[in-house]
């Protein structure tokens, strides 16, 4: 049977088929604990473990194929140092990525990946993933590097992002934790950070979870955390229907926001995005002409071309200019960086909002492979579409059911909707579009996260962060280098300092919070707290923002914080670990809405725009503003933009190699 319709149809109760150990309690103790067995967390997991660390990994999905990278990716960026063929250095490219973003940007996160990455993709082929085309599927074309067999995206000249076969990343990293013998504990929630002595601010000394199939409890002790959960998304939108189509994280919830209820710094809470894509998406299962499909041919709905520009508005008259740099400039950044600086922005359609407007082009529009050479289709749709993550499913139903990018063309989104992606020049940032709704989501991409040091180490001692739980920290390079990165400096902590006592009330407590929805049979359900979320921030932090408004926003979060501490239920240990997670999300939505409140400035880079404050980026408001919990109360504070100093000399200083 396929679904509860089915069941019910056929009279058939349908029994939750594991046993429910609500409350019982299990004690693991290990060196290093890492919550989240994603990118990131297995990286941590495995450098840990390389330095003799006892490592025990959480993770509430399977990590054989968890997280945003489990499916795939892609592409494989910021490999710089130590590859043959890039001709660029870390620092140059690090500071042209931290200055597009307008200095809203982690410096820290980006040199160390600038300099390990490539360095990381080795290690990952040795682990058994393909990053080479050593079938010589693409002999011959120009984004193939003949020594190396290295294929290379966006920029053919500077060469530093690397098509890769993801769909073999993941299982690789599990295999690698299982050989160095790392304790992975699936299906395994983490609820809350354990403290010294129980208090705020305090040393993190371990955490604790639930199973998410028994519903039972356990109490793990560490003498170092890493934290690896991500970030959540769900705070604008949530649909639990489209969830395979969503360009964004996987719908689970990350659990950096136990964090902060014990103390953590977190800044950069306050950037958000239009929400196009969520609403329209699957981002890649439509054509445009950015990212994975970059650089499509893009036609309207009569089958005229859109020109390719170069960044001076020139037409470029070659598929291949739209792969290099334009006359005078060194490299281009790819578009998910979203720079709009003129010494790094690549090729790009032309912006045609006024010649739609004017009756020059017809919606809908797109994507024609069959206008590009044959090795440029057959690396999109083929090798990028098929490896990309949540877009392998496109890959294998659209193939299916008969698309031929020999032949066919794929429709596309832009102009169907508010602003999607954020990653094309077609209609790049129109105001038009982008205000046609006021929505927002969160940016998993370079959002808002923990504040960390040069040890990856967060305002806590004890607990350290990698991936997307870090502030701005970009993609699948990112969180490999920083788990690697981060797993070193945990394990040397730990060699350090013994394992803590756990205060027996912290526990108590949490027990007490995670299993009251278990206790009622009549209230609400995750679906409708986490709706009730979502209205909330739909209409008190939307764009622009107000002081009044936000502050309504924040009594109307306080209401829900007492429904859900007074109504929630769950009637299965599934549906009580969504509920867990969606009173993260409703934490996170309270921490956006106390940042936004902080910036009294609007800001172009964060996507932030205030009514009562609408001078952009005055130069007083150019740094990161961080918020904490102190006794119950936010904390609002600042770090100046590059607080990281110098990269080399922090790097060479702090990186444990
Ligand atoms: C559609 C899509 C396509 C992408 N394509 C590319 C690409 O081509 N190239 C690229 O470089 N990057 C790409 N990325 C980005 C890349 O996947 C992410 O940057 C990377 O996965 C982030 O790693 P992470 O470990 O921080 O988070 P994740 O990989 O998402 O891992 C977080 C893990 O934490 C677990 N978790 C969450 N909460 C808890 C909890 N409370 N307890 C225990 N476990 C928990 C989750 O289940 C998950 O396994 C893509 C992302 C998406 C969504």
Same mark, same amino acid.
């Given at each position: 049977?396929?679904?509860?319709?089915d069941?019910?149809?056929?009279?058939?109760?349908?029994?939750?088929?594991?046993?429910?150990?609500?409350?019982?309690?299990?004690?693991?103790?290990?060196?290093?604990?890492?919550?989240?067995g994603?990118?990131?967390?297995?990286?941590?997991?495995?450098?840990?473990?390389?330095?003799?660390?006892?490592?025990?990994?959480?993770?509430?999905?399977a990590?054989?194929?968890?997280?945003?990278?489990?499916?795939?990716?892609?592409?494989?960026?910021?490999?710089?140092?130590?590859?043959?063929?890039?001709?660029?250095?870390?620092?140059?490219?690090?500071?042209?990525?931290?200055?597009?973003?307008?200095?809203?940007?982690?410096?820290?996160?980006?040199?160390?990946?600038?300099?390990e990455s490539?360095?990381?993709?080795?290690?990952?082929?040795?682990?058994?993933?393909?990053?080479?085309?050593?079938?010589?599927?693409?002999?011959?074309?120009?984004?193939?590097?003949?020594?190396?067999?290295?294929?290379?995206?966006?920029?053919y000249?500077?060469?530093?992002t690397?098509?890769?076969?993801?769909?073999?990343f993941?299982?690789?990293?599990?295999?690698?934790?299982?050989?160095l013998?790392?304790?992975?504990?699936?299906r395994? +929630?983490?609820?809350?950070? $354990?403290?010294? @002595?129980?208090?705020? %601010? =305090?040393?993190?000394? #371990?955490? !604790?979870?639930?199973?998410?199939?028994?519903?039972?409890f356990?109490?793990?002790?560490?003498?170092?955390?890493?934290l690896?959960?991500?970030?959540?998304?769900?705070?604008?939108?949530?649909?639990?229907?489209?969830?395979?189509?969503?360009?964004?994280?996987?719908?689970?919830?990350?659990?950096?926001?136990?964090?902060?209820r014990?103390?953590?710094?977190?800044t950069?809470?306050?950037?958000? +995005?239009?929400?196009?894509t $969520?609403?329209? @998406?699957?981002?890649? %299962? =439509?054509?445009?002409? #950015?990212? !994975?499909?970059?650089?499509?041919?893009?036609?309207?709905a009569?089958?005229?071309?859109?020109?390719?520009?170069?960044?001076?508005?020139?037409p470029?008259?070659?598929?291949?200019?739209?792969?290099?740099?334009?006359?005078?400039?060194?490299?281009?950044?790819?578009?998910?960086?979203?720079?709009?600086?003129?010494?790094?922005?690549?090729?790009?359609?032309?912006?045609?909002?006024?010649?739609?407007?004017?009756?020059e082009?017809?919606?809908?529009?797109?994507?024609?492979?069959?206008?590009?050479?044959?090795?440029?289709?057959r690396?999109?749709?083929?090798?990028?579409?098929?490896?990309?993550?949540?877009s392998?499913?496109?890959?294998?139903?659209?193939?299916?059911?008969?698309?031929?990018?020999?032949?066919?063309?794929?429709?596309?989104f832009?102009?169907?909707?508010?602003?999607?992606?954020?990653?094309?020049?077609?209609?790049?940032?129109?105001?038009?579009?982008a205000?046609?709704?006021?929505?927002?989501s969160?940016?998993?991409?370079?959002?808002?996260?923990?504040?960390?040091?040069?040890?990856?180490?967060?305002?806590?001692?004890?607990?350290?962060?990698?991936?997307?739980s870090?502030?701005?920290?970009?993609?699948?390079?990112?969180?490999?280098?920083?788990?690697k990165?981060?797993?070193?400096?945990?394990?040397?902590?730990?060699?350090?300092?013994?394992?803590?006592?756990?205060?027996?009330?912290?526990?108590?407590?949490?027990?007490?919070?995670?299993?009251?929805?278990?206790r009622?049979?009549?209230?609400?359900?995750?679906?409708?707290?986490?709706?009730?979320?979502?209205?909330?921030?739909?209409?008190y932090?939307?764009?622009?923002?107000?002081?009044?408004?936000m502050?309504?926003?924040?009594?109307?979060?306080?209401?829900?914080?007492?429904?859900?501490?007074?109504?929630?239920?769950?009637?299965?240990p599934?549906?009580l670990?969504?509920?867990?997670?969606?009173?993260?999300?409703?934490?996170?939505?309270?921490m956006?809405?106390?940042?936004?409140?902080?910036?009294?400035a609007?800001?172009?880079?964060?996507?932030?725009?205030?009514w009562d404050?609408?001078?952009?980026?005055?130069?007083?408001?150019?740094?990161?503003?961080?918020?904490?919990r102190?006794?119950?109360?936010?904390?609002?504070g600042?770090?100046?933009?590059?607080?990281?100093?110098?990269?080399e000399k922090?790097?060479?200083?702090?990186?444990?190699?």
């Amino acid at each position: 049977m396929d679904n509860w319709a089915d069941y019910a149809t056929a009279g058939v109760a349908v029994k939750w088929p594991y046993p429910i150990r609500y409350g019982e309690e299990e004690e693991i103790s290990g060196d290093v604990l890492v919550l989240g067995g994603g990118i990131a967390g297995c990286w941590a997991a495995i450098a840990a473990a390389r330095k003799g660390a006892k490592v025990i990994l959480v993770e509430r999905s399977a990590t054989i194929s968890s997280g945003a990278g489990g499916p795939g990716c892609d592409h494989w960026s910021l490999a710089i140092t130590g590859n043959p063929a890039c001709p660029l250095t870390a620092e140059e490219v690090s500071k042209a990525i931290v200055d597009s973003a307008g200095g809203y940007h982690n410096g820290i996160v980006t040199y160390i990946t600038a300099r390990e990455s490539y360095e990381t993709l080795l290690e990952l082929e040795g682990m058994g993933a393909k990053i080479r085309d050593t079938e010589n599927a693409f002999k011959g074309s120009p984004f193939r590097d003949e020594n190396t067999r290295l294929l290379y995206a966006y920029d053919y000249e500077n060469k530093f992002t690397v098509r890769v076969w993801g769909t073999t990343f993941k299982p690789a990293l599990y295999k690698e934790c299982k050989r160095l013998g790392v304790t992975i504990l699936d299906r395994v +929630m983490a609820t809350s950070l $354990l403290t010294e @002595g129980g208090n705020e %601010g =305090s040393r993190v000394i #371990g955490a !604790t979870g639930i199973n998410v199939r028994t519903g039972g409890f356990m109490v793990f002790k560490a003498k170092a955390t890493v934290l690896c959960t991500a970030r959540p998304t769900r705070v604008w939108h949530s649909t639990t229907e489209e969830t395979a189509l969503f360009n964004s994280s996987p719908p689970s919830a990350g659990g950096a926001t136990m964090a902060w209820r014990v103390g953590a710094e977190f800044t950069m809470m306050e950037k958000s +995005m239009q929400a196009g894509t $969520l609403i329209v @998406g699957p981002c890649h %299962g =439509s054509g445009h002409p #950015g990212n !994975t499909w970059f650089a499509a041919t893009m036609v309207d709905a009569k089958g005229k071309e859109i020109p390719w520009v170069d960044r001076d508005n020139n037409p470029l008259k070659t598929v291949e200019e739209r792969y290099r740099p334009s006359p005078g400039q060194k490299f281009t950044l790819p578009h998910h960086y979203r720079t709009n600086e003129y010494d790094f922005v690549p090729p790009t359609t032309m912006t045609i909002d006024k010649q739609l407007e004017n009756g020059e082009y017809t919606l809908p529009l797109f994507a024609d492979l069959t206008a590009m050479p044959r090795e440029e289709r057959r690396v999109i749709f083929g090798l990028m579409v098929g490896q990309e993550s949540k877009s392998r499913s496109t890959y294998k139903y659209y193939s299916e059911a008969g698309f031929d990018p020999d032949k066919d063309m794929l429709q596309g989104f832009q102009f169907l909707a508010p602003y999607a992606h954020g990653i094309t020049g077609v209609g790049k940032r129109s105001p038009t579009y982008a205000s046609a709704l006021g929505s927002r989501s969160i940016r998993t991409f370079y959002g808002g996260g923990l504040v960390v040091d040069w040890d990856l180490k967060t305002s806590l001692d004890g607990l350290y962060a990698a991936g997307w739980s870090v502030f701005a920290s970009g993609a699948h390079p990112e969180a490999a280098c920083t788990g690697k990165y981060a797993g070193r400096h945990a394990a040397e902590f730990a060699r350090r300092v013994p394992l803590a006592d756990v205060s027996q009330n912290q526990v108590r407590s949490e027990k007490r919070r995670v299993y009251a929805p278990t206790r009622r049979k009549n209230g609400i359900d995750w679906k409708e707290l986490n709706h009730g979320i979502n209205k909330v921030m739909q209409v008190y932090c939307g764009e622009p923002k107000g002081e009044e408004l936000m502050k309504l926003g924040l009594k109307l979060i306080d209401d829900l914080k007492w429904e859900a501490k007074t109504r929630s239920t769950a009637t299965d240990p599934h549906k009580l670990s969504r509920m867990i997670e969606t009173m993260e999300i409703l934490t996170t939505a309270e921490m956006i809405l106390h940042a936004c409140r902080a910036r009294k400035a609007s800001s172009y880079h964060l996507g932030f725009k205030r009514w009562d404050y609408p001078a952009m980026d005055p130069e007083e408001w150019c740094k990161f503003i961080t918020i904490k919990r102190v006794k119950g109360s936010v904390k609002v504070g600042e770090l100046p933009f590059e607080y990281w100093g110098p990269f080399e000399k922090n790097y060479e200083a702090h990186c444990l190699l």
